[in-house]
């Protein structure tokens, strides 16, 4: 997921001839062969300490530059999610999750600005989304090198403000400093993050890194994020499909041939990708996807049907306050997770609103059966690009080795059900 990059940093630039006739160092010779020689090794596999760059001339003398100072370099992998991020580099020879300076694996994907101006990412920035919705912004990865009118939807569920600009490119409004942000300034303050934390955690400072995307990320999408990398000051070296780099992670040690699927339902993406794993090669057969659909719609349903019973009851539209609706989005993602264990979860929103009678409250109980019942379109949804992926592969489920479930929305039973469902396997 991660790896070292070796580089030569000449010390001073000093050179020093070998013939007898004195030469002029500074000519060009960028044509001419250059040979290395690397000093001694603290054991076979270390990195040299130190080098020698022997040059040779065109009138057959020769002189060296050095010393040369050869740096091992950390090249991390970052997993930049809709709902959270993660970031990873190689220790020991196997990848490491970096624990962030709050320590934790995971960081969400939100960056937030207080009234005062302060910037806040992460955690902390999460913690005060319900007392600051328009200000705090998630699920940015949806609007990534989008146009506005490719995400009328996705804005309607977000508590802060997206708008287009003249070209019609999605912004997003921050009224705490009078700004607009283009969606991968948001992801380069998270990225940025991330990358603080990893060189806090290796201590030694991380200029590059590896960044997944979604398969079914089109070009503009996947420039977008490249682009947040450099605003972030990283040299991102790849961007690497989220399905391949979890059949990276599945079969790092594995020598067996396996013809494998990779069902990725994450927050607010889904990919499917077939792959041939065998002998450390990996071949992408084919792959699919639905760029809205992912575990925010699944919570969206959750906050609609409690939105619809509150205005059924009360006469308010909850979805109109921006406050509220952070709330039941929060509220909607906590029962969702519930439902992946229990039958049924209890959902309590005291002081939701408030009217000329008193305050209002939300409590009510909110069943598995009714939860599959409300998202019953969405797991239809899942079908169809698996179905086009293995199609596109020339393959049908008998081929497949195993199926890979990846992204917390995979922890779903009902959609666990419906790739036991379609291929006939069955979930371990």
């Known amino acids: ?16 001839a ?25 054991n076979p596999f270390s990195t040299p300490t130190s080098a020698f760059l022997r040059i040779n001339t065109r009138n057959a003398s020769r002189y ?38 709050e320590g934790q694996r995971t960081t969400p994907s939100v960056v937030a600005y207080t009234k005062s101006g302060d910037r806040l990412v992460g955690q902390i920035a999460k913690r005060q989304a319900v007392v600051n919705p328009e200000n705090t912004f998630f699920s940015v ?101 989220e399905p391949t780099a979890a059949s990276l992670a599945y079969g790092f040690e594995r020598k067996s041939n396996e013809t494998i699927l990779v069902f990725d339902l994450g927050g607010g993406t889904f990919d499917v990708s077939v792959l041939e794993v065998g002998d450390g090669v990996f071949e992408v057969l084919s792959t699919s996807g639905d760029t809205h659909l992912g575990g925010d719609d699944f919570d969206k349903r959750v906050v609609d049907w409690l939105a619809s019973n509150f205005k059924k009851d009360e006469g308010i539209d909850l979805l109109k306050d921006k406050q509220a609706l952070q709330r039941l989005t929060e509220a909607a993602e906590k029962a969702k997770i519930e439902l992946s264990s229990l039958t049924q979860t209890n959902m309590s929103l005291p002081f939701i609103t408030a009217t000329a009678d008193g305050p209002k409250h939300i409590e009510t109980t909110l069943t598995r059966a009714k939860f599959e019942e409300l998202c019953s379109d969405l797991l239809d ?48």
């Open 1 to 16: 997921m991660a790896s070292s990059a070796a580089q030569i940093h000449i010390l001073g630039g000093i050179g020093f």
């Open 141 to 241: 990865k949806r609007f990534i090198g989008r146009r506005m009118s490719e995400v009328d939807e996705e804005a309607k569920q977000v508590s802060y403000r997206v708008v287009k600009d003249e070209n019609g490119n999605v912004k997003l409004e921050c009224p705490a400093i009078g700004k607009q942000f283009a969606a991968e300034e948001i992801s380069a303050q998270v990225l940025r993050k991330l990358v603080d934390d990893a060189s806090r955690f290796l201590n030694e400072k991380v200029t590059k890194a590896v960044v997944t995307v979604p398969a079914y990320f089109n070009d503009s999408q996947r420039t977008a994020t490249k682009d947040a990398g450099r605003i972030a000051g990283l040299e991102v070296l790849r961007i690497i499909n």
């Open 64 to 101: 060296s530059v050095g010393p040369l100072r050869v740096v091992n370099e950390k090249v991390v992998g970052i997993d930049l999610g809709t709902t959270n991020s993660a970031v990873a580099a190689m220790e020991g020879g196997k990848p490491t999750i970096v624990t962030n300076a």
């Open 381 to 428: 949804r899942c079908k169809t690009p698996v179905e086009n992926s293995l199609r596109d592969a020339k393959l049908s489920f008998s081929d497949i080795d195993e199926v890979i479930l990846v992204g917390g929305s995979t922890r779903i039973p009902a959609v666990q059900e419906v790739v036991s469902t379609i291929s006939n396997m069955v979930y371990v």
């Open 18 to 42: 070998t013939t007898s006739s004195k030469r002029n160092l500074n000519a060009k010779s960028t044509s001419l062969p250059r040979t290395a020689f690397f000093g001694t090794r603290t």
